[in-house]
């Protein structure tokens, strides 16, 4: 059973509403979709997620600020680049692999630190950027606290930097109305990374930026330079996807089926380990003493989880130890057994 976190349940991949969605993006497209096109994206795309990043996220999105990736990844990639050997602070914990991105980039990562409110905004200095998760932050699955939102945009103004939001899990909040995007509050200091990765899936390698005016065009000019642009066609299935309002009903109804999951682990774990990081995303932190005892018994039964040891910057004694548990990842079928196997894990550690 694999309880890992990241990937959502791709078998509820919408595969007939994508299907009409692409038979009428090939039947409607101009030929020159088929030729090189613009490295910002089509434009059909960008205008269709204007509407939708505004209304759904609260995002100051107007198409020409959007650039179109092929996933969170390549954003982070070409932003670092065009920061050009800055030093960039990140979430700790967080993503090893992120962190890896941005060194490979040419950025120098500081790591700063996530309390019950979210990143210590005060610990901020002389960075020229900071990447955040205020949604939903992985791997601890706070939201960024008021107050800290405030602090984060005014050290972004005062310091002329770059705030970097990875708007991780932003759609999937189940027990009040989702927080708005942090870019709303500082558009021209925001650049606000999404995907369509957990909302559809990581194959279709689809992404969006909303850029700051003065980095549109060093951004798009990296991605030119990295793989041209996205591929058109799957742009223009999502466009034809959003503006039909298919994919609204598609996050809605995933909505429902992770809040349902979130629910039944909940109901499974019992009283048997504080759970925490539960009013949105697809994964929850359970505080365990002993990570390796209980991966161990974990790998015994054949159960899949993830450590919240390895998103430390620097691994090693004195953290707070937990498992990091995906509910979006197994198949439907699957995920009662997993759930038992994952308290029975629990019973014996």
Not at 166 to 190: I, N, S
Not at 303 to 327: D, F, I, K, N, S
Request: charged share 25%; aromatic share 6%; with cysteine.
């Amino acid at each position: 059973f694999d309880l890992r976190p990241g990937s959502p349940d791709v078998g509820a991949f919408p595969a007939a509403a994508w299907l009409r969605a692409l038979r009428r993006a090939i039947a409607t497209a101009p030929s020159l979709a088929y030729d090189y096109g613009d490295p910002r994206g089509r434009i059909e795309l960008r205008t269709a997620l204007s509407g939708y990043l505004g209304r759904a996220r609260g995002v100051v999105a107007p198409p020409e600020r959007i650039v179109i990736t092929s996933g969170y990844v390549q954003g982070l990639a070409l932003l670092t680049r065009v920061l050009d050997g800055a030093s960039v602070a990140m979430e700790d914990p967080g993503l090893p692999f992120h962190r890896d991105v941005v060194r490979h980039n040419g950025g120098t990562v500081v790591p700063v630190r996530v309390d019950e409110r979210g990143v210590r905004a005060q610990d901020l200095g002389a960075q020229s950027a900071v990447v955040v998760t205020p949604a939903h932050q992985y791997p601890t699955g706070v939201t960024l606290h008021p107050e800290r939102r405030r602090a984060l945009t005014d050290w972004a103004r005062a310091r002329g930097a770059l705030i970097v939001e990875d708007d991780y899990d932003g759609e999937f909040r189940y027990d009040r109305q989702p927080v708005g995007a942090l870019q709303g509050m500082a558009p021209g200091h925001v650049a606000y990374l999404g995907t369509a990765s957990k909302t559809l899936g990581p194959a279709l390698r689809l992404g969006w930026m909303v850029l700051p005016p003065h980095l549109v065009d060093a951004v798009a000019e990296a991605k030119l330079h990295s793989d041209h642009h996205t591929e058109s066609i799957g742009q223009l299935a999502l466009a034809e996807l959003i503006d039909s309002h298919a994919y609204d009903r598609h996050v809605r109804a995933c909505r429902l089926r992770y809040r349902r999951r979130r629910d039944q682990l909940l109901g499974r774990l019992g009283g048997r380990r504080p759970v925490r990081g539960i009013a949105a995303g697809l994964h929850a932190l359970v505080d365990v003493a002993d990570e390796e005892r209980v991966l161990a018994r974990a790998e015994e039964a054949g159960l899949a989880l993830g450590r919240l040891g390895e998103h430390w910057h620097t691994p090693g004694g004195g953290h707070p130890q937990g498992l990091v548990v995906g509910y979006g990842t197994p198949r439907e079928r699957t995920y009662p057994e997993a759930l038992e196997a994952l308290a029975k894990v629990l019973d014996g550690a």
